[in-house]
């Protein structure tokens, strides 16, 4: 009975939002975190998820998980494309490699916008398997 109820639940992914003040929220408003001053990832409850540092991305245990480059355009670890931003006045579209809209990131976050949305992403797909 369970196997009916899935798919469901996997094609509601909720979009990622970063204003202006680094706050990190979902399309329904749910605050999920923040980035800080130092360019350090943290959820709602103040654990820290990732970092920036130098264009790369890490977690919070400090390992490499790719590169952010200033046009806004996210790489793996092995070179392959993961997401862009599209720039619309103050805020950026998060795009997958398909162009799909992942959600928004306003444009002093630009290079978090992968590192955000990856962090939150795995957050949503664990809370998913755990159910």
Do not use: W
């Not at 444009?107 to 992968?114: I, Q, S």
Request: include cysteine.
């Amino acid at each position: 009975m369970g196997v009916l109820a899935q798919p469901s639940s996997k094609t509601e992914q909720r979009l990622i939002h970063i204003n202006g003040k680094g706050e990190v929220s979902d399309d329904r408003g749910t605050k999920l975190g923040y980035i800080s001053k130092e360019d350090i990832v943290f959820n709602n409850q103040g654990q820290k998820l990732g970092f920036i540092k130098g264009g790369r991305v890490y977690d919070a245990e400090g390992n490499s998980l790719g590169k952010a480059k200033k046009d806004g355009r996210y790489y793996n670890n092995d070179g392959v494309f993961i997401l862009s931003t599209k720039t619309i006045g103050d805020k950026c579209e998060i795009l997958d490699p398909e162009g799909h809209k992942k959600g928004t990131v306003h444009r002093n976050y630009k290079l978090h916008a992968c590192a955000t949305h990856c962090f939150f992403l795995e957050q949503e797909m664990k809370k998913e398997e755990d159910k």
